[in-house]
């Protein structure tokens, strides 16, 4: 109730809240994996307690070097079948909390591509289990990256529909002799912001965009190229 009463006092909205956890939620281990339900469940709670807009999880890694690295394992159908048993439990109590849960993807994920998610998704069979749109993370070669605007379409016709929510960054084209792709502050990179801004907005007028991974002195160059973007394509932020 006191942290409510410091945003609201603001005019502020908590939109998005999130628990720190290493387990992985397709843990072959099914005593890690009911014991991860049982955190994320409560973190509905609190968010519901909070009147957070979503919850926002991760699906963790089988990798022990931490839960954004890749393993093989990560791509089987045994995973993605755990994945989603994990996910439908922590769709019912979503469910019963009146919370949102969006799940986090990345190419070094389990949900590594559009098409995965849309899958995921769809065999959970939960209103309360959604996506965050965050395309940066569905880029994984040079060739994406260099025609943004058809692959940023593909994202969202597959994903658009489920992700209530957004992270704002940008993709830079790294000169190593190893393909290499860098997150960025929007506008240093090659994002086409005229087309995430567009897309978005058709599927979350009054929805939250979340600047992600940018450090405070870069945020006040990436509000304004937002706000420059979305002047030129018509989108209104408040």
Request: charged residues 20%.
């Given at each position: 109730a006191?942290?409510?009463?410091?945003?609201?006092?603001?005019g502020?909205?908590?939109?998005?809240f999130?628990?720190?956890?290493?387990?992985?939620?397709?843990?072959?281990n099914?005593?890690?994996?009911?014991r991860?339900?049982e955190?994320?469940?409560?973190?509905n709670?609190v968010?519901?307690l909070?009147?957070?807009?979503v919850?926002?999880?991760?699906?963790?890694?089988r990798?022990?070097a931490?839960?954004?690295?890749?393993?093989?394992?990560k791509?089987?159908?045994?995973?993605i079948?755990?994945?989603?048993e994990?996910?439908?439990q922590?769709?019912?109590n979503a469910?019963a909390?009146g919370?949102?849960?969006?799940?986090?993807?990345?190419v070094v994920?389990?949900m590594?591509s559009?098409?995965?998610c849309?899958q995921v998704?769809?065999?959970v069979g939960?209103?309360?289990?959604?996506?965050v749109?965050?395309p940066v993370?569905?880029?994984e070669?040079i060739?994406?990256?260099?025609?943004?605007?058809?692959?940023?379409?593909?994202?969202?016709?597959?994903l658009?529909?489920?992700?209530?929510?957004?992270?704002?960054?940008?993709?830079?084209?790294?000169?190593?002799?190893?393909?290499h792709?860098?997150?960025?502050a929007p506008?240093d990179?090659?994002?086409?912001?005229a087309?995430?801004l567009?897309?978005f907005?058709?599927y979350n007028?009054?929805g939250?965009?979340l600047?992600?991974?940018?450090?405070?002195?870069?945020?006040?160059?990436?509000?304004?190229h937002?706000?420059r973007v979305a002047?030129e394509?018509?989108?209104e932020?408040?």
């Amino acid at each position: 109730a006191r942290g409510r009463a410091i945003w609201e006092s603001l005019g502020l909205d908590l939109a998005q809240f999130l628990l720190l956890y290493e387990e992985c939620l397709f843990d072959p281990n099914e005593a890690i994996r009911q014991r991860i339900v049982e955190k994320i469940c409560e973190g509905n709670r609190v968010a519901r307690l909070l009147g957070a807009g979503v919850h926002l999880i991760r699906p963790g890694s089988r990798n022990p070097a931490g839960p954004w690295t890749p393993h093989p394992n990560k791509h089987t159908d045994e995973s993605i079948s755990l994945f989603v048993e994990t996910l439908r439990q922590i769709g019912a109590n979503a469910e019963a909390n009146g919370v949102t849960v969006v799940v986090e993807c990345h190419v070094v994920s389990i949900m590594r591509s559009p098409d995965v998610c849309a899958q995921v998704i769809e065999q959970v069979g939960s209103p309360n289990i959604r996506l965050v749109m965050d395309p940066v993370n569905h880029f994984e070669s040079i060739q994406q990256a260099f025609n943004a605007t058809e692959h940023l379409g593909y994202i969202f016709d597959v994903l658009g529909p489920v992700s209530p929510i957004g992270h704002a960054k940008d993709i830079i084209v790294g000169n190593n002799l190893i393909t290499h792709l860098d997150e960025g502050a929007p506008g240093d990179g090659v994002l086409d912001y005229a087309t995430f801004l567009t897309r978005f907005q058709e599927y979350n007028p009054e929805g939250y965009l979340l600047f992600e991974h940018i450090p405070p002195e870069k945020i006040p160059g990436a509000v304004a190229h937002l706000r420059r973007v979305a002047d030129e394509v018509g989108v209104e932020i408040s």
